[in-house]
């Protein structure tokens, strides 16, 4: 057999065994892809219209191993619950969290306790802070009264004026004696430079990375998901006063960005025993990164009444048997009589979502959706762009916000519940992001995520019946396969 011969059987050889990999690849993405058909679908389009980088890709990010991180999360959520036993938290929360008389609130306590980490609780006062002025304005103010500890994170801290001045804060109260804890994400915080905590450690503050990019072979050889990102925004100060919502740290929030603009944005207060929650939720977050478990009374002090706000904290993440947030935001909607005004930077919506967002507009329920005009996702945009004609055929009223970028992650449903958080309304956010959203149930806060809302409205423009009809047969085309990849946004 001639050397030519040989080299060309070597060959044959190799292309067969790729093919057979390729082929295994897909079967791997229909046996371990059963929640989600679209995603499936998704998936094998991508691997078969990009052949090896699309196999490459789902071999590092695609894999949904919800059951392998579970049972390491949930080894991490034994360690923390044992730390806290004496302190009997859920019962403690669920001791003020009774004797509600309205049916559909207690339909969402029940769905609260079979999915969120900690129940519903009353005797909060919740306010809402629009934009970043006055909510680091706030923050800022509840730090510097810091008596024992500060615990916050974020998704993106920026190593610009603000970033550092946040820092600097941190540090003169670690100075003062306060225990400061900050938790950030590697890729949304992945502008700051190595040395960016060193005067808060030089000064007693700890600060940690959740999923750093360092340790990515490692953890993919564990077969885990680097896309697995920590989305959350909490500040807890002496386990009294939370923040969360949907503002980072940095000058582009403050809408000082000249690429960016104008940027609108919400944020909430609390007081009362939900700020537990939010602990909660942070100290699991901590534990997970550091493997420091923090269960001391002071991190859980008792909570006076602070006012009549009935909070389910509703924390999601692919740790969860459940996709807890979507869960949540689609019994709200199904349980509306009036009205759903939902604001949301980006909107690529599950089934789920779709369908409870159609039927209540069928049944002749007010359902308004604020979105940006222009987003800084470009593909991101089109495949939103896909879901609006057969909503607006349904009723669905859609507006695009043109004073900057709207950013902003809020409902509100009546004049019954409302909620802001960390989720978008999209489907990274429901199924693989670490998200929390605070759902308030109180007339007050209601009232006023709803008139800021209306003011909102005046900045944006309506999405009329007649807009499929203007839009060109390519841009179509285009926003079609935008939506086939939606899943994977």
Not at 37 to 46: C, D, G, K, R, V
Not at 188 to 214: C, D, T
Not at 259 to 281: C, K, M, N, Y
Not at 306 to 331: N, R
Request: contains cysteine; charged residues 20%.
């Amino acid at each position: 057999m001639s050397l030519g011969t040989d080299s060309v059987i070597v060959t044959a050889v190799l292309e067969l065994l790729a093919v057979m990999a390729h082929i295994a690849v897909i079967g791997a993405v229909l046996v371990t892809r059963r929640r989600d058909p679209s995603a499936t679908i998704a998936w094998i389009l991508f691997i078969v219209v990009a052949p090896f980088v699309g196999a490459l890709v789902y071999l590092a990010m695609g894999r949904t191993r919800i059951r392998r991180t579970a049972k390491r999360f949930s080894r991490a959520e034994a360690t923390l619950r044992a730390v806290l036993s004496r302190h009997d938290l859920r019962r403690r929360l669920s001791e003020r969290g009774g004797g509600w008389a309205d049916e559909r609130t207690q339909a969402m306590v029940r769905l609260g306790d079979a999915i969120a980490s900690t129940p519903a609780s009353t005797g909060n006062a919740t306010r809402a802070l629009v934009n970043a002025d006055a909510t680091y304005r706030e923050i800022t103010q509840a730090i510097n009264q810091a008596r024992h500890h500060v615990h916050v994170e974020f998704y993106i801290i920026q190593p610009d004026a603000v970033g550092s001045g946040l820092r600097d804060l941190l540090t003169e109260r670690a100075a003062a004696g306060v225990e400061v804890r900050v938790l950030c994400d590697a890729i949304g915080s992945n502008a700051l430079p190595s040395g960016f905590w060193a005067p808060l450690r030089k000064a007693g503050g700890h600060a940690a990375v959740f999923g750093p990019l360092s340790k990515f072979l490692p953890r993919w050889r564990r077969r885990d998901r680097v896309d697995f990102r920590n989305h959350r925004k909490i500040v807890v100060v002496d386990g009294r006063v939370g923040f969360t919502g949907g503002i980072n740290v940095g000058r582009e929030y403050l809408g000082l960005d000249p690429s960016i603009g104008g940027w609108r944005d919400t944020h909430v207060r609390i007081e009362g025993t939900a700020v537990l929650s939010l602990q909660q939720t942070f100290l699991r977050d901590w534990l997970m990164t550091t493997g420091e478990a923090l269960g001391d009374e002071h991190y859980f002090p008792d909570c006076p009444s602070a006012g009549d706000c009935l909070v389910q904290v509703i924390d999601s993440g692919p740790d969860q048997s459940w996709p807890s947030v979507e869960i949540y935001y689609a019994q709200a909607i199904a349980l509306a009589r009036e009205r759903v005004w939902i604001t949301s930077p980006y909107f690529i919506p599950s089934q789920v979502i779709e369908s409870a967002l159609t039927v209540a507009a069928l049944r002749g329920v007010d359902v308004r959706l604020l979105l940006p005009h222009k987003s800084d996702l470009r593909l991101v945009t089109l495949a939103s762009h896909s879901y609006y004609a057969p909503l607006l055929h349904a009723g669905v009223r859609i507006f695009e916000y043109a004073r900057g970028f709207v950013h902003a992650k809020t409902m509100v449903v009546d004049e019954w519940v409302t909620t802001i958080g960390s989720a978008n309304m999209d489907m990274r956010s429901f199924n693989l992001n670490f998200e929390l959203n605070v759902f308030v149930f109180g007339r007050q806060l209601c009232q006023d995520i709803g008139n800021q809302f209306c003011l909102d409205l005046k900045a944006a423009t309506e999405v009329r019946g007649e807009w499929e009809r203007r839009t060109g047969l390519g841009r179509r085309l285009v926003r079609g396969f935008a939506r086939l990849l939606s899943p994977l946004l």
